[in-house]
T-cell receptor, first 114, second 109 residues
Framework: GENVEQHPSTLSVQEGDSAVIKCTYS??????FPWYKQELGKRPQLIID?????GEKKDQRIAVTLNKTAKHFSLHITETQPEDSAVYFC?????????????FGTGTQLKVEL | SQTIHQWPATLVQPVGSPLSLECTVE??????LYWYRQAAGRGLQLLFY??????ISSEVPQNLSASRPQDRQFILSSKKLLLSDSGFYLC????????FGSGTRLTVV
């Protein structure tokens, strides 16, 4: 089955700096890659996703890049703010018309320091 | 719009007791439904998924079972809880992307 590895496990940045989280996946058939943000004690919330027919996607301060050949994808957060502090999870799946069975990375604890 | 409801929010149960967690989805028909478990400080592990009424797929062998008696209802159960069943249980539904319920924090004592 699919295996997703995520690095780093913790990341500390100064407010205003950029943060990058990287993931690799094993199944070349995976074609859907979402990123979730989870604040302490709360549910994961989808922040951005990308499909395998796209190499990059951007939404304001958040961007995701995908390298299908190398089977890795990354989350980029620019101009970080304290409210960006949370755990971020990458995931991969073979998407079908009925939905996606996600395999998650182990998470990155991002801390944005003032 | 679609909403997903999950209850209870927290639960403390003794070892050996039964478990029933319920999840319902509104505003969509025939959704794919999922149960995930998140251990403290860890990632999310897929436990079960369902593509329709009565159709359950188990991802990992465990002390739990799932049922889907109605299109929009997904239930996670156990006959006898173990200490290792403690965790944060999340229900999710998906079409294009997955949306999670608010979760149940289960502590087995």
């Amino acid at each position: 089955g699919e295996n997703v590895e995520q690095h780093p496990s913790t990341l500390s940045v100064q407010e205003g700096d950029s943060a990058v989280i990287k993931c690799t996946y094993s199944d070349s058939a995976s074609n859907y890659f979402p990123w979730y943000k989870q604040e302490l004690g709360k549910r994961p919330q989808l922040i951005i996703d990308i499909r395998s027919n796209v190499g990059e996607k951007k939404d304001q301060r958040i961007a995701v890049t995908l390298n299908k050949t190398a089977k890795h994808f990354s989350l980029h957060i620019t101009e970080t703010q304290p409210e960006d502090s949370a755990v971020y999870f990458c995931a991969a799946s073979i998407g079908t018309g009925g939905g996606n069975k996600l395999t998650f990375g182990t998470g990155t604890q991002l801390k944005v320091e003032l | 719009s679609q909403t997903i409801h999950q209850w209870p929010a927290t639960l403390v149960q003794p070892v050996g007791s039964p478990l029933s967690l319920e999840c319902t989805v509104e505003g969509t028909s025939n959704p794919n439904l999922y149960w995930y478990r998140q251990a403290a400080g860890r990632g999310l592990q897929l436990l079960f998924y369902s593509v329709g009424i009565g159709q359950i797929s188990s991802e990992v062998p465990q002390n739990l079972s799932a049922s889907r008696p109605q299109d929009r209802q997904f239930i996670l159960s156990s006959k006898k809880l173990l200490l290792s069943d403690s965790g944060f249980y999340l229900c999710a539904w998906s079409r294009a992307s997955s949306t999670f319920g608010s979760g149940t924090r289960l502590t087995v004592v």
